[in-house]
């Protein structure tokens, strides 16, 4: 009835061996938990992240502030702090008081695996349907980029016609999960690159050297042009006109798992240096997987996260198999200490899916005080997912190949942003909105400067053959 | 009425300063002979080109063949050793005497200035009109690339907007010297990019690590792809249809200055790895800029070159001026020991666009036997220069912005290729087809085995990064 010391297949940890000591590890790449000297992963430390990544921990009075403008209830994502970090948020609010525009942006990279309940987490947040949130709270444009190129780029097997086909597959998956095509463009990289899209990622390009995108994720690949593309307005003139004074001033709103940070972190530097409006973004943690906290779901790892299409027998299964517990080893233990709802992944999952807050406090107390079993935890969790995955398939087995093509359109989209705006304010700048280099991490910085004397030596060079090559017939 | 020894601005030589010895440079950046002790700039020793790069010579017996199969006279660039460098030309001869389809493709980096008759040399070598000439002899589809995004890329100071002016302008100046509408595509990277081209694009950026890059370019910009991506057919759906198995089959012939060789070495290199039909190479030498043999005519210097709006008195005085002399100090001088048509750039330029055979070789005797005098041979080279710049503006002044847009239009191209193919003989495999790798220098092999071992670290990082990454939402 009660789980051991959870222990973590190496695939969901760092690439440290368990039993060694490792720190926090979390970027687009890597996440997991301290390991500690016993070989026990910690659930991941998310005010750290704060501190490191440089954002902002969302507080009470920005949930506040988020009700006043929006008259909306915060979502439970953000009542519950899985949202729980931004950068700019009140800029966005601000914007939205006056009904300014802006816009929504999302993604996916498309894998041949279908999604499992930790990917629909943004999506969830972004969406409309049925618990109806971000982009109805504002009713504002939404882009979902599905990075097809990078997906192939970076595989060492797939070639470009296998990710093709994940793409038409997941675009699907996204579908069902509930948007409204009259406010929303869907595009893969392959399908959209050129125009003012193609021509924003080599603005980007030209401003974030190689070494800049080094040293910021590690290494020497250019991708983040074509994710920061994305985040700016002037890349879709089908709608958002093309008339770069105005698009440009345009924001854009991100909601992401925090890991992804480090790529928009990068976009808001080159914002600020070509004149776009920074995009805004606000960090969902992560949803912990069934091996238990400080470990991250993994789409290759079936017995790791409950899938879209696990059927109903299936996540009964995994979640009593599986489920890593907060519960005390004997049910008489369990009766005098209670379990620990913070390591409970069955719990864990329940602040996620179960909307109603009174419901999730009764279940909390009575698991805490003992007077709930690991059992009976885990079947109210069992309940919710089957609920939230059922759901999800009847919604995808509804998504016919025209209702993509309507995603997919580049058509002027239908959205009307705030419907009582007050009296336009003096435009605030947003906090940062000139400190650039400042949306680094020290290690970054530090990283930086190393990189900046090789970088002036690398563009002085490109000058010099640029001055050489002027007007030259390249064949 | 003679020149003393050449003094070449420093622009027109390598990074060397003058008096210092220095060996010859020839790559897309640089281009000068070789410094002697003296300071003196030698001409470039094309021989040890052939060597330094790998390529074939073209031999007599290649210009029998060539007259053989197509049963066109040799250009006069080929007939004089102006275009005298090859690789696999014999592979594309082949195809033609089978009546099998290829394409010629060849491009510019549209630059504000103004073309000079430098810039020319490859395009009237490619070109059909007056000349009748490469497109006319074989009656293949032309494709002209204009990389404006790289000339954005690579300068400090332009903005795209530049840019797209200049391509405006210059695709205007390579319509004037003569191309057919109906069998040429013209395209801007910005314009195009998007589609299969962009899919090439990526799928030679993952062949081409940035550490190849680094090896053949000596810096880690991967621009290589999209130059790369214009030498293969299936880049051109709406030309060779999207029958891949078909299109995938279907090589370039890519007539270039020797300098640009670097970029398709690469391109040749990843085309055997991606199963493409790799490119042939036709490569001319440089027009040797009016302070004589060794420096390279520059846009960006008024009097290093004769420009194609010159007027006719400019012409004058620029060669009357500026064009270094082969002549002797006095004109008894030169009447006893005659003067040196190897040095002589208004010889050089009568090499370049005189079209009578004869006629040059009359003026080389006379000229070598000191019957000519250095005036007289200036008053030859200025005549046929003003005939040259002057058709090439009334051309310039007939070309409509409709004319533009109908070389810009991705129509079905109509072309008919070689008339009387003989039966289809074994396909035989260009030599080298196999040898990828070999297309690298001796130095950029030793570059590349230093990068490989960084390579495979990264790549094994990539591989991790990608497992952990895969099916994860972006944001």
Not at 38 to 67: C, M, P, S, W
Not at 99 to 125: A, C, K, N, W
Request: glycine share 6%; hydrophobic share 35%.
């Amino acid at each position: 009835m009660a789980d051991s010391a959870p222990t973590v297949p190496a695939a969901l940890t760092t690439d440290a061996p368990l039993a060694i000591h490792s720190k926090q590890t979390v970027d687009p790449w890597n996440v997991s938990g301290e390991t500690g000297a016993d070989g026990v992963v910690k659930a991941i430390n998310y005010h750290t992240l704060i501190e490191e990544f440089g954002t902002k921990k969302i507080l009470e009075e920005d949930l506040v502030r988020f009700e006043k403008v929006t008259g909306h209830r915060p979502h439970r994502f953000m009542r519950r702090g899985i949202v729980f970090s931004h950068r700019d948020l009140n800029y966005i609010l601000d914007r939205y008081e006056r009904g300014e525009p802006f816009f929504l942006y999302t993604g996916r990279g498309p894998s041949s695996d279908s999604m499992h309940i930790g990917h629909t987490v943004p999506f969830e947040f972004t969406k409309l349907m049925s618990h109806r949130w971000l982009q109805d709270v504002f009713d504002v444009p939404l882009i979902i980029m599905l990075t097809d190129d990078e997906k192939y780029l970076f595989s060492e097997s797939r070639e470009i016609e296998d990710v093709q086909k994940y793409t038409a597959a997941n675009v699907k998956d996204i579908i069902a999960i509930g948007f409204d095509p009259k406010k929303t463009f869907i595009f893969s990289d392959y399908e959209f690159m050129g125009g003012e899209f193609y021509k924003n990622v080599t603005r980007i390009q030209k401003k974030t050297t190689l070494n800049v995108a080094k040293a910021i994720f590690g290494f020497d690949g250019d991708f983040g042009a074509i994710q920061g593309a994305t985040a700016f307005a002037s890349s879709f003139p089908h709608i958002f006109g093309s008339d770069k004074s105005i698009s440009s001033k345009i924001p854009s709103l991100i909601p992401c798992a925090i890991d992804q940070d480090p790529y928009f972190r990068m976009t808001r530097d080159v914002a600020h240096r070509l004149h776009f409006a920074k995009p805004a973004l606000i960090h969902a943690r992560f949803l912990d997987a069934l091996q238990g906290p400080g470990s991250k779901m993994s789409a290759s790892i079936d017995t790791s996260a409950i899938f879209m299409y696990d059927e109903p027998n299936k996540i009964r299964t995994k979640i009593n198999k599986y489920a890593f517990s907060g519960g005390q080893v004997t049910e008489e233990e369990q009766r005098a200490k209670g379990g620990d709802t913070d390591k409970d992944v069955s719990y864990q999952y329940l602040t996620f899916f179960l909307e109603d807050d009174e419901e999730l406090e009764r279940i909390r107390v009575a698991y805490t005080t003992g007077k709930m079993l690991t059992g009976e935890l885990k079947a109210k969790c069992i309940a919710e997912l089957q609920v939230y995955v059922k759901g999800f398939q009847e919604r995808r087995a509804a998504v016919t190949d025209e209702l993509v093509e309507d995603f997919f359109s580049q058509k002027k989209l239908v959205f009307r942003g705030n419907p009582h705006p007050i009296a336009a304010a003096k435009e605030e700048v947003p906090e940062g909105s000139s400190d650039g280099p400042k949306e680094l991490t020290k290690n970054q910085l530090k990283k930086l400067a190393k990189e900046k004397m090789i970088e002036e030596k690398r563009l002085a060079k490109l000058k010099e053959k640029e001055q050489k090559q002027a007007g030259d017939a390249i064949a």
